[in-house]
């Protein structure tokens, strides 16, 4: 596997619909919750391929399974059936500030967060200034996180994640919380990865957003690839299917 | 857990600010909590029904507690800790035990905390300054490996059952009335079944005998008490590593 690859074999992934995701007990002694809404099948023999450097979107409607697809690439969840494997240091952007400390300061997020990216102390030593000078947190970079704006919080969460050096990077919506002015740095933050050779792996809504960032659109319905191929032809199958929903 | 040194660190740095940030004693609340119940405990069995003859019965009765209030505390706080941090399960890949192994390695820093004042106390009154001393860090270790391995366990259970909780709640409280914390088992039974049960069942008990026998008696505990913790430690974090790494997969999933 070369660093940047990507591959998914034949994919498969089923999940359990229930409202709380947690078994009793009772269910697991006397046998399977009856009743309920069956299995929902999130990837469906999903088969695809991506090289180094290649910037790929997956678009579709709720539920056809876009972000089950990046959960499964990022190793965040197995899969039932099938086989996927990717290279290189993996970073996924699922959700912006994850697991920061609420007490703790930006500065002591950064090494929180770095520290589940993987990173070693060193590296984050080296990064730390750069990180909140792109946050652009101000007096702010020492206040505990409790204290920040909405904006404040994702621009340091982005900030921790845009600093990894990916040779893959998984991003879902993340870039639709922020303003306009956060949105274009994160874009062009993005823009330098690929060009330093990152492969990008993008899940989202925004048809001009796949347009500029990405050469290629895994369509998805179902769980199942719909159209694999260049972005315009592939955001054309995907206005169709949207029109016939 | 090698390659996760920093980021167990990081954890457990974040837990710590958590706990006693906005708490005006803090770190006091430890030594509170078990001062307390040694106060109920020696009011209750040292003055009200003393039937039980112990000198400096309070020491006795402490050496004891801020055991049980270690390994019960761990268990407890590391019952829920998957799924309090579910969000970021379900969002990052990184290695799951780091997270119930930073709610135990906190509540091991507050024990070792207060256990230091405890040593300190007996030994100033209880004269038992003693080579003994030097068996208690093997003990504590066996301890903790005792504490993170039945964490492990009961962290990754309850991330898929959720009864496991509330039903470890509901253990903990006969456990520790029949844990030789306020009595010694030589002193209500001469029993050998009893006795088997009480000493040797309860895993908890031999790490409250040892714990006793050098700070508050000033003696080595017998070799076969001092065996039983280890391999009862030993036992603990692995098999509790192994379970955890068995059903790991699929956490993004149950929390």
């Known amino acids: ?245 | 857990m090698a390659g996760s040194r920093f980021l167990f660190e990081q954890l457990v740095r974040r837990e710590l600010r958590q706990k006693y940030q906005g708490s005006l004693l803090g770190v006091a609340w430890y030594l509170i909590n078990p001062l307390v119940l040694m106060g109920a405990y020696w009011f209750l069995f040292g003055v009200v029904l003393p039937v039980f003859e112990v000198e400096d019965y309070p020491l006795f009765l402490l050496c004891g507690l801020v055991v049980w209030i270690f390994f019960s505390q761990s268990l407890t706080a590391a019952s829920t800790s998957l799924l309090d941090q579910g969000a970021l399960i379900r969002k990052a890949r990184f290695p799951r035990e780091t997270i119930p192994a930073s709610v135990v390695a906190v509540q091991l820093v507050t024990f070792l905390a207060v256990l230091v004042l405890v040593a300190v106390v007996c030994v100033a009154i209880r004269g038992t300054l003693d080579v003994a001393l030097l068996v208690l860090p093997l003990v504590l270790a066996a301890l903790a490996a005792l504490a993170l391995g039945l964490g492990l366990v009961v962290a990754v259970l309850h991330a898929y059952f959720r009864d496991v909780a509330p039903i470890l709640g509901a253990a903990l409280l006969p456990w520790f009335f029949l844990s030789p914390i306020f009595f010694s088992v030589e002193r209500i039974t001469q029993g050998g079944a009893e006795r088997f049960v009480l000493e040797w069942l309860n895993p908890v008990a031999p790490f409250i005998l040892a714990v006793r026998d050098v700070l508050y008696a000033g003696e080595v505990p017998p070799a076969d008490v001092l065996a039983y913790c280890v391999v009862a430690g030993a036992v603990a974090v692995l098999g509790g590593r192994a379970l955890f790494r068995r059903l790991e997969p699929e956490l993004a999933v149950v929390v």
């Open chain 1, 1 to 245: 596997m070369r660093p940047g690859e990507l591959v998914l074999e034949h994919a498969s992934r089923a999940f359990a619909v229930r409202a709380d995701p947690g078994r009793s007990l009772k269910e697991a002694v006397f046998g399977r919750h009856r009743g309920g809404p069956p299995p929902v099948q999130a990837l469906d023999d999903v088969s695809f391929h991506v090289a180094p450097g290649e910037t790929v979107a997956i678009v579709g409607r709720n539920g056809a399974g876009k972000t089950s697809t990046l959960r499964v690439l990022a190793g965040i969840v197995p899969l039932d059936s099938g086989r996927v494997e990717v290279g290189g240091r993996v970073v996924a952007q699922l959700e912006l500030g994850a697991g920061f400390g609420r007490a703790f300061t930006g500065r002591e997020n950064v090494y929180l967060n770095a520290a589940l990216h993987g990173l070693a102390k060193t590296e984050v030593d080296d990064r730390l200034d750069s990180i909140l000078s792109f946050a652009d947190l101000g007096s702010f970079a020492d206040l505990p996180v409790s204290t920040y704006s909405q904006g404040m919080f994702l621009r340091l969460g982005f900030a921790i994640a845009a600093h990894m050096d990916p040779d893959v990077l998984l991003i879902d919506e993340v870039l639709a919380v922020g303003d306009e002015a956060f949105q274009r740095r994160c874009e062009e933050r993005i823009a330098s990865q690929i060009e330093a050779g990152a492969t990008l792996v993008l899940v989202s809504h925004d048809a001009s957003l796949v347009e500029r960032t990405c050469e290629r659109v895994v369509v998805l319905d179902r769980g199942r690839v719909l159209f694999d191929g260049p972005t315009a032809a592939g955001l054309e199958v995907y206005r169709r299917e949207a029109l016939v929903a």
